[in-house]
């Protein structure tokens, strides 16, 4: 036993644990740093969509969807290399997703926490093969699984909104002080546009995005990285590839004493002590918490070439067959869904990616909404249909797009917004307002308004004024001018619906 | 009133008609708050589609202002659409406003506070930005530009960026903008022609409807500068421009240019 090499030196065994967190940290750094930053004039868009590149399932579905490969997408290379040298290393060291799990894991629930079935770990492969074949089939329904774009999803439409609110909250109320006064002054240039939207910021469904993060995190009660075990489509593809992966976790049974505090500190429970302590590199996020409690030393990390065993949660034959199977019917199903028909009156798409088939490109990552300077952009929540959930969508109400802006095809890493020049943008059709004389007080009250004529950023104004029933004008949209850019019936100043709305281009122009 | 023309240095243009009113220091008490009002608009156009005031016009004036022992020089305006970071931008004012060593100011949302406007028949509440509430000396500086729905949207149009709630203020625009100008009181109005719009305004985007006129109109009084400036765009009456007409009948001002003393002054 004395002549075995350690693994590492002693004094070494802590430094594992402490460099895991310091990258862990570092990297959400990174990532709420791109986050905060992309914006317009931040850094540039192509680095700001970092993280959703570096992501190997949504550059696949993509690729496997789409039929084209886009550029981009190529870095998430780097990811499936590092997972075959250093196995899931991703989800432990770098998932923003991951690293959030593993803050909110409080000690205290340990001992309380239920024996779940090892096999609910096929659940993700189950859910990566279904997104998979989907992807062949088309279609990106569920790639909204994906942990990058959750982070990224919730941190726009529900996290920072909030944030924006409470803060704007409190200036306000500070403001109310004249003590106070020159205090908000001076920081409220500090936080805006730096860090929070010039203007409040509005979200679609942020309840509903929130809640589903709330969920993933609170399944954290049953068991720790509860997502990343059972769940995780991205996971569970980094898995399957850590199979062949180089460097993987061994226990030498002869240094083993029995203790088992290495299956205790596993965060994903893959060590079992009935099999000599041995795990699954598939399960593994290489997080070495196992080398830091080893009090002999037991364990190491040495370099294989043939494959892991597979286990009987891995798919199967029968599984993977189901899971294809889910995939057809699925697909089936949406597509008898009336929501799928590309003409639904209020589903306005990003400039220039209705022509663009952005159903089977988007990833859902929320990049684009992010972007967006005005707060036009949202997450779908039924606009599309279940299939385009949390698919961009532009709500006027909320915002309009902004005429002299192209952020949104910059920043999109899969070209499901075409990235185009100001030139070429500013001649997309995204829909077409139409008055409504009913609703309209310049049509129905004769009263003076034009503010959507005003607020019209077209050159050639796509609205033109009408004074044969009124002399103060009311205003006609000039159907061969106007791209839909919703300024108008984002500044319509009558109450709940405007006046005047988008509605988004028929097939015939598409 | 004074009119500077010709040249191609706008400071000029404003140095000289505010040398012809007697100076700055009659506008600019020493260690006076200026807040200076320049037209934003709307965000992502640059300058020279006359869409948004001319950020030398405006360095002007915070130059002045500076000169006169103003204590702070605050630029600001609530764009209508686009952020006012990005407009102060893209219009090349924020640029010249620092360069001048005055300080623009972002639109804080916290900052709109409700006002009763006494007196007024038309506009009687709104909300108002807290700086210009604050500001001992409140400069107006326009551009001159067409406007569907008033005809043209000058000086007094102008003011609107100082409220919360613009939209709402278009039905009855004329009579609001009277009641607008009598509260806000401004102490200099300088309406920058140096280029104008003639057409699809106020939002431009073409440079063919952009006429280049190198003119500087500057006064006390915010109806006679709306009224002098009708005359750039060809117009024979100015109370064609209602809020001209009706700002004259309610007493805040004058549309009878021919009784007024008007400095014409040629530069350069």
């Not at chain 1, 993700?124 to 062949?136: D, E, N, Q, W």
């Amino acid at each position: 036993m004395a002549d075995r090499p350690r693994a590492f030196p002693r004094w070494k065994e802590r430094y594992w644990r402490i460099m895991r967190s310091a990258v862990q940290g570092i990297v959400l750094a990174v990532f709420l740093y791109l986050f905060l930053r992309t914006v317009r004039g931040g850094v540039p868009p192509e680095i700001a969509n970092l993280f959703p590149r570096l992501d190997p399932l949504t550059g696949l579905v993509n690729l496997l969807a789409a039929k084209t490969l886009v550029e981009g997408t190529a870095l998430a290379l780097i990811t499936v290399g590092l997972t075959l040298i250093a196995g899931r290393a991703w989800c432990g060291w770098i998932c923003p997703l991951g690293t959030t799990l593993d803050l909110f894991h409080p000690r205290r629930w340990k001992n309380k926490q239920p024996a779940i079935p090892d096999t609910s770990r096929g659940i993700k492969h189950f859910l990566l093969i279904t997104i998979l074949a989907s992807a062949l089939l088309g279609s990106l329904w569920l790639i909204f699984l994906d942990p990058v774009t959750i982070v990224i999803r919730t941190l726009t439409e529900s996290v920072y909104p909030a944030i924006d609110r409470i803060i704007t909250a409190m200036e306000t109320s500070a403001y109310g002080v004249p003590v106070f006064r020159p205090a908000v002054s001076a920081l409220d240039p500090i936080l805006r546009p730096a860090l929070l939207p010039a203007t409040p910021a509005f979200t679609a469904g942020g309840v509903l995005i929130a809640a589903f993060f709330i969920g993933i995190i609170a399944l954290n009660y049953f068991a720790p990285r509860f997502w990343c075990r059972y769940l995780c489509p991205l996971g569970s593809m980094l898995g399957l590839i850590s199979k062949v992966a180089v460097f993987r976790r061994e226990i030498a049974p002869t240094d083993c004493n029995n203790c088992g505090a290495c299956a205790r500190v596993c965060p994903t429970g893959t060590i079992q002590p009935d099999k000599t302590f041995a795990s699954d590199p598939a399960e593994c996020t290489m997080c070495l918490d196992c080398i830091s409690v080893c009090p002999r030393s037991g364990q190491s990390f040495p370099a294989h070439l043939r494959p892991a065993l597979w286990n009987a949660y891995d798919p199967g034959r029968r599984q993977a067959l189901a899971a294809i199977g889910a995939a057809i019917g699925g697909v089936a199903l949406l597509h008898t869904d009336q929501y799928l028909r590309r003409d639904l009156p209020h589903l306005l798409r990003p400039p220039g990616s209705r022509e663009n088939d952005l159903l089977s490109k988007c990833i859902r990552c929320g990049e684009c909404v992010r972007i967006c300077p005005t707060g036009v952009l949202h997450p779908s929540v039924a606009e599309a249909g279940v299939e385009g959930f949390w698919t961009p969508v532009l709500i006027p109400r909320a915002g309009f797009c902004q005429y002299t802006c192209n952020l949104c095809g910059q920043v999109c890493p899969v070209e499901a917004i075409p990235s185009l020049s100001l030139e070429v943008k500013q001649a997309q059709v995204m829909g077409s307002a139409y008055v409504d004389k009913n609703r309209c007080i310049a049509w129905s009250d004769h009263q003076s308004c034009l503010v959507c004529e005003e607020m019209c950023p077209l050159p050639q104004k796509a609205i033109t004024v009408d004074r044969s029933e009124f002399e103060g004008g009311a205003p006609v949209v000039d159907r061969t001018r106007c791209i839909g850019c919703g300024t108008c019936e984002f500044k319509c100043p009558v109450n709940g619906e405007a006046a005047i709305r988008v509605f988004a281009p028929g097939r015939s122009n598409v | 009133m004074a009119v500077a023309r010709g040249g191609d240095d706008p400071e000029a243009l404003v140095r000289r008609a505010v040398e012809a009113l007697g100076g700055i220091g009659r506008f600019v008490p020493h260690g006076a708050r200026v807040l200076i009002k320049p037209n934003l608009c709307i965000s992502g156009r640059s300058y020279e589609y006359a869409v948004t005031t001319n950020p030398w016009v405006v360095g002007a004036l915070v130059k002045l202002s500076r000169e006169a022992g103003a204590s702070r020089v605050l630029v600001f305006d609530n764009p209508t659409t686009g952020s006012s970071e990005d407009a102060f931008t893209t219009s090349g004012i924020g640029a010249q406003v620092g360069a001048a060593g005055g300080e623009v100011e972002y639109v804080a949302s916290m900052k709109f506070t409700p006002v009763d406007l006494r007196g007024a028949e038309w506009l009687k509440k709104t909300y108002v930005y807290d700086e210009v509430l604050n500001a001992d000396v409140f400069i107006n500086v326009p551009i001159a530009k067409h406007h569907n729905l008033t005809g043209l949207t000058l000086g007094m149009k102008n003011q609107l960026g100082t409220l919360r709630d613009r939209p709402e203020v278009h039905a009855s625009i004329q009579h609001k903008l009277v009641d607008l100008t009598a509260f806000l009181r401004p102490t200099l109005t300088v309406v920058d022609a140096v280029r104008i719009l003639v057409a699809n305004g106020p939002t431009g985007g073409s440079l063919g409807d952009v006429q280049k006129l190198d003119t500087v109109i500057a006064t006390h009084d915010p109806v006679a500068a709306d009224a002098y400036a009708t005359r750039l765009f060809g117009w024979t009456d100015p109370d064609r421009l209602l809020n001209v007409k009706y700002g004259a009948e309610q007493g805040i001002g004058r549309n009878d240019l021919e009784n007024l003393k008007i400095e014409e002054i040629s530069v350069g």
